[in-house]
């Protein structure tokens, strides 16, 4: 199982990204998906997780602004970040538990003007 994580970078306060997880190895739509998040010395808190029906959970701290989703076709699952707020600068992971952890590499999402 391979998951490659692509889409961060720089953006200011209030502005929008979309990060994108691409599985190999994996049906994502068989299994439930997660997006964490990781600032340096802190530990790793789950931000959004979409499950194989499609259900959508978020953290408090990003509900009504992030959105999970998935597209079967790409076996791909996104995370669509709007209105951005400073305090969610940090390196982004995606997640699959299928008897074991599979984590994506992270990608770095800084918000700042």
């Known amino acids: 199982v391979q998951l490659q994580a692509s889409g961060g970078g720089l953006v200011q306060p209030g502005g929008s990204l979309r990060l994108s997880c691409a599985a190999s190895?994996?049906?994502?739509?068989?299994?439930?998906m997660n997006w964490y998040r990781q600032v340096p010395g802190k530990r790793r808190n789950l931000v959004a997780t979409?499950?194989?029906?499609?259900?959508?959970n978020y953290a408090d701290s990003v509900k009504g602004r992030f959105t999970i989703s998935r597209d079967n076709a790409k076996n791909t699952v996104y995370l669509e970040m709007n209105s951005l707020k400073s305090e969610d600068t940090a390196v982004y992971y995606c997640?699959?538990?299928?008897?074991?952890?599979?984590w994506g590499q992270g990608t770095l999402v800084t918000v700042s003007s």
């Open positions: 190895g994996i049906t994502l739509s068989l299994n439930s």
């Open positions: 979409i499950t194989s029906g499609g259900n959508a």
């Open positions: 997640h699959v538990f299928k008897a074991v952890s599979y």
